[in-house]
Nanobody
Framework: QVQLVESGGGLVQPGGSLRLSCAAS????????MTWYRQAPGKQRELVAS???????TYADSVKGRFTISRDNAKNTVFLQMSVLKPEDTAVYYC???????????WGQGTQVTVSS
């Protein structure tokens, strides 16, 4: 059974930082494209950052220079380091795994990030 478990969300003031984690079980993340998405109330889910083969990464324009996606294959975990957080970053953040060969997708349950003073 595949599980993606996100953690690290919470309430932070504008300008602050958080690090989200996505711990995977049932799959080996090195064989998957790992992506963070987010969904704010009343808005569509959007891609935040993606890590595919090797060190190739993609970021939404709104988070470039502030967020960094990384993976620790030994721990089978993917991270999202978020800095200089803004109120518009408030959303539920989801971890997604997509098989590089199979194309099968898995989702985590999400973790809430709230940026507010």
């Amino acid at each position: 059974q595949v599980q993606l478990v996100e953690s690290g969300g919470g309430l932070v003031q504008p300008g602050g930082s958080l690090r989200l984690s996505c711990a995977a079980s049932g799959i080996t993340v090195s064989g998957y494209a790992m992506t963070w998405y987010r969904q704010a109330p009343g808005k569509q889910r959007e891609l935040v950052a993606s890590s595919t083969i090797g060190t190739r990464t993609t970021y939404a324009d709104s988070v470039k220079g502030r967020f960094t996606i990384s993976r620790d294959n030994a721990k089978n975990t993917v991270f999202l380091q978020m800095s200089v957080l803004k109120p518009e970053d408030t959303a539920v953040y989801y971890c997604n795994a997509r098989g590089l060969v199979s194309g099968r997708e898995y989702w985590g349950q999400g973790t809430q990030v709230t940026v507010s003073s």
